[in-house]
């Protein structure tokens, strides 16, 4: 019998890929931030996650991204943003939300190349308020946050009137889009014969779901957006306007370039993402 566990993050931004697995037959759906999915994975926890790009390129065990959905922008992102008292090219200490180490490399990376900076990074509990070891930051001078919160938690415009929006920062660096995170599983596990079909058949599904889901992102907006508790024409303008959810050619050289500046940063291995296609891809007919 079929059965699967995908672990994934229960944000306004995942709902497009992950409504309706939890009414699928075999399939369990798990949920973590997204900084503890691609550890589930590499540890058996789960069999496929929605998992960081970042953690994929520097987890213990290797990684193969699946190209079923992905959470990406084409220009601003809205929900990953960087405030500062002070203009960004003063910045001297960021206080990151650990929710997504994907988001903490860009940021590393695109204030070093747009700014020539090089500022410590201090994790940061942003729902609580709270830095390492306990002490209480309330609102820093530099705060990275991501996700839902950055609308529904969002800091006083008063106290930041300095911001980055990563994503757009990213496309006019760069020209390209950006991808936060896309399905990942292990590489060993994908390339077994015995687990390799059930993943395949898995990753079908995920290919499936998110083409269905974004035939009815209305219905979603209306029926999902209250639960997270974002404004509807909010919600419809994040998920229709600023958001990416498929793979594309553009999409895979993004995640390549992005990797090559976070390895040359020390922040993961030096080559390049390993997709579930690739021998497909490059086969000659």
């Given at each position: 019998?079929f ?6 993050v229960?944000?306004?931004?995942t ?5 309706g697995?939890?009414k ?8 973590a ?35 079923a ?14 405030y500062?008292r002070?203009?960004i090219n ?49 609102w ?8 839902d919160k ?10 930041y ?20 995170a ?23 599904l ?23 508790r ?26 390549n ?21 690739d021998h ?6």
């Amino acid at each position: 019998m079929f059965s699967v566990r995908i672990a994934a993050v229960r944000y306004l931004n995942t709902v497009p890929l992950i409504e309706g697995l939890d009414k699928t037959a075999g399939v369990r759906v798990q949920t973590a931030v997204p900084s503890k999915i691609a550890g589930m994975v590499a540890t058996g926890e789960a069999d496929i996650g929605l998992a960081s790009i970042i953690d994929a390129a520097s987890s213990s065990v290797g990684m193969t991204l699946i190209p079923a959905g992905m959470i990406g922008c084409d220009g601003p992102t809205l929900t990953v943003r960087l405030y500062s008292r002070t203009p960004i090219n003063q910045v001297r200490t960021v206080h990151a939300d650990t929710d997504s180490r994907t988001s903490v490399a860009l940021c590393r990376v695109l204030l070093d190349m747009v700014h020539g900076l090089l500022p410590e990074f201090v994790s940061f509990d942003a729902r609580e308020r709270v830095a390492d070891g306990g002490q209480e930051a309330n609102w820093p001078d530099a705060m990275l946050l991501i996700g839902d919160k950055v609308v529904t938690d969002s800091p006083p415009a008063v106290r930041y009137p300095h911001q980055m929006d990563l994503g757009s920062a990213w496309k006019e660096l760069t020209g390209l889009p950006f991808v936060y995170a896309t399905w990942m599983c292990r590489s060993d596990a994908w390339d077994d014969p015995d687990s390799g079909p059930r993943l395949r058949t898995a990753a079908a599904l995920l290919d499936r779901q998110v083409r269905h889901n974004l035939t009815r992102l209305d219905w979603i907006i209306a029926n999902r957006s209250a639960d997270h508790r974002w404004p509807a024409d909010l919600a419809r303008s994040y998920l229709t306007e600023h958001l990416r959810f498929c793979v594309g050619d553009r999409e895979r050289e993004a995640v390549n370039l992005f990797l090559s500046h976070a390895a040359r940063a020390d922040l993961c291995r030096p080559e390049p993402a390993r997709w579930s296609d690739d021998h497909a891809r490059t086969a000659v007919p």
